[in-house]
């Protein structure tokens, strides 16, 4: 197990800014996903904690160690990180057992000692039974079980990988997710899980940093990321939301304030000190959509069916918003819609043409208590 400790970590390539200023404590132990789209810089910040690259600005501690710096450079083979890729880079020569035992194999360590520990490491990926298996012979789930026994056959405190699952099937993904965390759990070691994928990084981590440009914008546990996102940025990354312009109708108190959207008035919890007459946006979950008789009239535009309920987009009031729906229903249907609950967050001021009361029919309006 390690604790990591990045301050202010920044790495420039040329003109492009890779890793911009990213602060991360990773205490003892835990497992953290980093997420965001292609080329946000999540390869390179896994470099520079692995110590591929070496830092520009701030700093990188390992247990409280200095292992990154302007000045400090700790190489990768003196920083007890391993690092599973997202090609397997398998010897194709080696068994199964010769390729876990690589690491150990280079480091020198007597022959009794590193068949322990590549039994121990084999055993914890369930490959035991294939030790003698050239890597040919095996499945990319298989193959992919190697590296991270080789990873672990030198028993690191630090384990990072990157787009580990990239190359696998869906079914196999979802095997391997519950192997890693079962591994984590077993092993204690703290990882670092790079991900473009929402879905994957939210079943396997503790916590995820949302990565965007170079910066961590947030870092959350999953639930929280869903539910109290810090920009639309991490909304939109994050599962399905609709991003609903309004105005501020009572300000901030305790973390609820009431927004005019759509031709509703809506409550919302926010993180954001709003004030009555601010511009505002929601983040609206589709479960939070109710759909019925209540509410503002809504048109429904696209209807795909999901197994056991149906997505659907609908239009209120010039605004397009997801929601779950339990039948099917059909392009130009129309729908009354209220919503349960949202998230606000700071948005530009209105237009005088948007506001709510005057766009949407009497009568229409609904409060939600
Ligand atoms: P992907 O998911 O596509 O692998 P990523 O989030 O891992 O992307 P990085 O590989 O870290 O992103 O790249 C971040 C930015 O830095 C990109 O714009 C990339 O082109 C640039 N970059 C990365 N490595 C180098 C390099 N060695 N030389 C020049 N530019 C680089």
Same mark, same amino acid.
């Given at each position: 197990?390690?604790?990591?400790?990045?301050?202010?970590?920044?790495?420039?390539?040329?003109?492009?800014?890779?890793?911009?200023?990213?602060?991360?404590?990773?205490?003892?132990?835990?497992?953290?996903?980093?997420?965001?789209?292609?080329?946000?810089?999540?390869?390179?910040?896994?470099?520079?904690?692995?110590?591929?690259?070496?830092? /520009?600005?701030?700093?990188?501690?390992?247990?409280? !160690?200095?292992?990154?710096?302007?000045?400090? +450079?700790?190489?990768?083979?003196?920083?007890?990180?391993?690092?599973?890729?997202?090609?397997?880079?398998?010897? &194709?020569?080696?068994?199964?057992?010769?390729?876990?035992?690589?690491?150990?194999?280079?480091?020198?360590? &007597?022959?009794?000692?590193?068949?322990?520990?590549?039994? /121990?490491?084999?055993?914890?990926?369930?490959?035991?039974?294939?030790?003698?298996?050239?890597?040919?012979?095996?499945?990319?789930?298989?193959?992919?079980?190697?590296?991270?026994?080789?990873?672990?056959?030198?028993?690191?405190?630090?384990?990072?990988?990157?787009?580990?699952?990239?190359?696998? /099937?869906?079914?196999?993904?979802?095997?391997?997710? !519950?192997?890693?965390?079962?591994? +984590?759990?077993?092993?204690? !070691?703290?990882?670092?899980?790079?991900?473009?994928?929402?879905?994957?990084?939210?079943?396997?981590?503790?916590?995820?940093?949302?990565?965007?440009?170079?910066?961590?914008?947030?870092?959350?546990?999953?639930?929280?990321?869903?539910?109290?996102?810090?920009?639309?940025?991490?909304?939109?990354?994050?599962?399905?939301?609709?991003?609903?312009?309004?105005?501020?109708?009572?300000?901030?108190?305790?973390?609820?304030?009431?927004?005019?959207?759509?031709?509703?008035?809506?409550?919302?919890?926010?993180?954001?000190?709003?004030?009555?007459?601010?511009?505002?946006?929601?983040?609206?979950?589709?479960?939070?959509?109710?759909?019925?008789?209540?509410?503002?009239?809504?048109?429904?535009?696209?209807?795909?069916?999901?197994?056991?309920?149906?997505?659907?987009?609908?239009? !209120? /009031?010039?605004?397009?918003?997801?929601?779950?729906?339990?039948?099917?229903?059909?392009?130009?249907?129309?729908?009354?819609?209220?919503?349960?609950?949202?998230?606000?967050?700071?948005?530009?001021?209105?237009?005088?043409?948007?506001?709510?009361?005057?766009?949407? &029919?009497?009568?229409?309006?609904?409060?939600?208590?």
């Amino acid at each position: 197990m390690a604790r990591i400790d990045l301050v202010e970590v920044a790495k420039t390539f040329g003109a492009t800014r890779a890793v911009d200023r990213v602060d991360l404590v990773i205490p003892h132990g835990e497992f953290v996903a980093i997420l965001g789209p292609s080329g946000c810089g999540k390869t390179t910040l896994l470099r520079l904690l692995a110590g591929l690259e070496r830092v /520009d600005e701030g700093s990188i501690r390992v247990d409280g !160690a200095l292992v990154s710096s302007a000045e400090t +450079h700790v190489p990768p083979e003196k920083r007890n990180v391993g690092v599973v890729f997202q090609s397997y880079a398998l010897w &194709p020569h080696m068994t199964v057992a010769e390729n876990a035992a690589y690491p150990l194999r280079v480091a020198r360590v &007597p022959p009794t000692e590193r068949a322990a520990a590549t039994h /121990d490491a084999l055993a914890a990926v369930e490959l035991d039974a294939l030790a003698q298996r050239l890597p040919h012979e095996l499945s990319g789930g298989q193959q992919q079980r190697v590296a991270l026994a080789r990873c672990l056959t030198a028993k690191p405190g630090l384990v990072l990988m990157d787009e580990p699952l990239a190359n696998l /099937d869906m079914h196999l993904r979802e095997r391997m997710l !519950a192997e890693f965390r079962a591994f +984590h759990a077993r092993s204690g !070691a703290t990882i670092l899980y790079i991900t473009h994928d929402q879905a994957e990084a939210m079943s396997v981590a503790d916590r995820i940093g949302v990565m965007q440009g170079g910066r961590l914008v947030q870092v959350a546990a999953p639930e929280e990321l869903y539910q109290a996102p810090a920009t639309v940025e991490v909304a939109q990354f994050i599962g399905v939301a609709s991003i609903v312009p309004g105005r501020v109708a009572l300000g901030t108190i305790n973390r609820l304030c009431r927004v005019d959207a759509l031709g509703l008035t809506v409550q919302a919890q926010t993180a954001s000190d709003l004030r009555t007459g601010d511009g505002a946006l929601l983040v609206v979950r589709p479960e939070a959509v109710i759909l019925g008789d209540r509410g503002v009239t809504a048109v429904v535009q696209r209807s795909a069916y999901l197994g056991g309920r149906f997505l659907i987009e609908i239009e !209120a /009031d010039g605004h397009r918003l997801k929601a779950y729906a339990d039948r099917r229903v059909v392009p130009g249907e129309r729908v009354g819609v209220s919503i349960a609950s949202a998230w606000a967050l700071p948005g530009p001021p209105l237009p005088q043409r948007s506001l709510p009361h005057g766009s949407t &029919p009497a009568g229409k309006r609904f409060e939600i208590a």
